[in-house]
């Protein structure tokens, strides 16, 4: 099993920046696919960016042109820079893994491995 533990987050003004990370153990880069997910209040879960294992990101449309994945290889830590937030940003942001080095889902129920969750609120 792996564990993600999520850092980062908080409050910011509409067109402000974040940056989340997601430290991961027991976890093994050409085994995983990775990503974020969020959760706003009485919404499902919907996946934001996913990454499989040789680096080949997919971004919702949502976030497209406004967030980044990254990660450190070294340290083992995911990251999403978020850039001009917006108000409708607001929500419980999750990071993911699933045991496939290919994602080829969007399915919330396919990724079994979720950090704990980090609230980002954007005020307008």
């Known amino acids: 099993a792996i564990d993600l533990v999520q850092s980062g987050g908080g409050t910011v003004q509409a067109g402000g920046s974040l940056r989340l990370s997601c430290a991961a153990s027991?976890?093994?880069?050409?085994?995983?696919?990775v990503g974020w997910f969020r959760q706003a209040p009485g919404n499902g879960r919907e996946g934001l960016v996913l990454?499989?294992?040789?680096?080949?990101?997919a971004y919702a449309d949502s976030v497209k042109g406004r967030f980044t994945f990254s990660r450190d290889d070294a340290k083992n830590i995911l990251y999403l820079q978020m850039n001009n937030l917006k108000p409708e940003d607001t929500a419980m942001y999750y990071c993911?893994?699933?045991?496939?080095?290919?994602?080829?889902?969007?399915?919330?129920?396919?990724?079994?491995?979720w950090g704990q969750g980090t609230q980002v609120t954007v005020s307008s």
């Open positions: 990454i499989d294992s040789v680096d080949v990101p």
């Open positions: 027991g976890y093994t880069k050409r085994d995983f696919c």
């Open positions: 993911v893994a699933r045991p496939d080095p290919y994602c080829g889902t969007w399915s919330p129920s396919d990724y079994k491995y």
